[in-house]
């Protein structure tokens, strides 16, 4: 007797297709918040789309920059005889361990690149109190994100989401001269860029990854939704 084998889906087709629909429906409605922001920065409408496909496609790309060498120690047996008798003695061993510091594509190099338009622009029409501004906002930025950013054992820096835009957004306010969209993105993504990962240089290779990630894993929230809800909400 043939015995037929029917495969079961683990959801239905209608199921499956709401899903889907509803995948799309926010991928466009975040494009646009997205893209929103960008033109709010004063850029074209093309490129920021663009960048916002860098940044979302970009997040699962690390580029190895550095390599660190940890020590961590590692408990081990060794038997010690005693009248005849063995017992099992713990010890400590210290292993070296090689670590990859990479950065991230879309959640460091795409901020960082438009940071620099930005400040290109500004160097270019000469508006050199709002750069300083912008410069002071973001050293106060990462002073803040230092503070709150904690690392976490195999996987990295993490952070809490909501904190930087909310510093970002004040600092907008208290220091934007006439253009507080422009000090809310830069300080909100560059403090947490500079706060939380690069002050954190010579502890990131403790953490017992085999490869931490600059603008990645706990901070890419961070970096890329400070900067875009700080531009949004000042």
Do not use: C
Not at 158 to 174: E, N, Q, R, T, Y
């Amino acid at each position: 007797m043939n015995k037929r084998r029917f495969i079961i889906p683990p959801v239905s087709l209608p199921v499956l297709l709401l899903i889907f629909f509803i995948f799309l429906a926010v991928f466009i409605v975040f494009s646009s918040i997205v893209m929103a922001a960008f033109e709010k920065l004063g850029i074209p409408p093309e490129v920021a789309y663009a960048l916002f496909l860098f940044a979302l496609l970009g997040s699962f790309i690390n580029i190895p920059i550095a390599e660190e060498v940890s020590y961590e120690p590692i408990v081990t047996l060794r038997e010690v005889r005693f009248f005849g008798i063995s017992y099992p003695v713990p010890y400590f061993d210290w292993a070296e361990k090689r670590v990859i510091i990479a950065i991230n594509v879309g959640g460091a190099l795409v901020p960082l690149s438009i940071v620099l338009y930005e400040i290109f622009r500004l160097l270019y029409f000469g508006q050199f109190g709002l750069l300083f501004n912008t410069i002071l906002a973001t050293l106060v930025a990462a002073l803040f994100s230092h503070a709150f950013a904690r690392p976490v054992r195999g996987l990295g820096i993490a952070m809490p989401i909501f904190l930087p835009p909310l510093i970002a957004i004040i600092l907008g306010w208290l220091l934007g001269d006439g253009n507080p969209n422009l000090v809310a993105y830069v300080s909100g993504t560059m403090g947490v860029l500079i706060g939380a990962d690069l002050m954190n240089w010579n502890r990131i290779k403790n953490l017992g990854a085999p490869m931490v990630s600059i603008g990645g894993a706990g901070t890419f929230d961070g970096i890329f939704l400070a900067g875009i809800i700080a531009v949004l909400l000042v």
